[in-house]
Nanobody
Framework: QVQLVESGGGLVQAGGSLRLSCTNS????????MGWFRQAPGKEREFVAA????????LYADSVKGRFTISRDNPKNTVYLQMNSLKPEDTAVYYC??????????????????WGQGTQVTVSS
């Protein structure tokens, strides 16, 4: 059973940075593509970033490209989302996701099998 636990959310001023972490309790962490989604109040769940099982491929939403970086440390069973130059519109609950590896990374939420509980990120103006 895959269990994803996020941490690192909080309150930050616009222009600041946060790093989210997601730990996977399953020893076969290496076998999963990982990613992040977010959901703001009253809005649809939105793709943020994804990384392949090997770390060799990444994919970003246009809204975060150049500001956010996804990475993973397989020996530590952890994936990270480094968020820089944060904007008030980045305020949302951020969810860590995982799925069995495929050829291509995708942005559709229904393609991901496992979801964490979410961590709140609030960016003040």
């Amino acid at each position: 059973q895959v269990q994803l636990v996020e941490s690192g959310g909080g309150l930050v001023q616009a222009g600041g940075s946060l790093r989210l972490s997601c730990t996977n309790s399953v020893r076969t962490f290496l076998r999963y593509d990982m990613g992040w989604f977010r959901q703001a109040p009253g809005k649809e769940r939105e793709f943020v970033a994804a990384i392949s099982w090997s770390g060799g491929s990444t994919l970003y939403a246009d809204s975060v490209k150049g500001r956010f970086t996804i990475s993973r440390d397989n020996p530590k069973n952890t994936v990270y989302l480094q968020m820089n130059s944060l904007k008030p519109e980045d305020t949302a609950v951020y969810y860590c996701v995982a799925r069995s590896p495929r050829t291509l990374l995708v942005v559709a939420p229904e393609e991901y099998d496992y979801w964490g509980q979410g961590t709140q990120v609030t960016v003040s103006s």
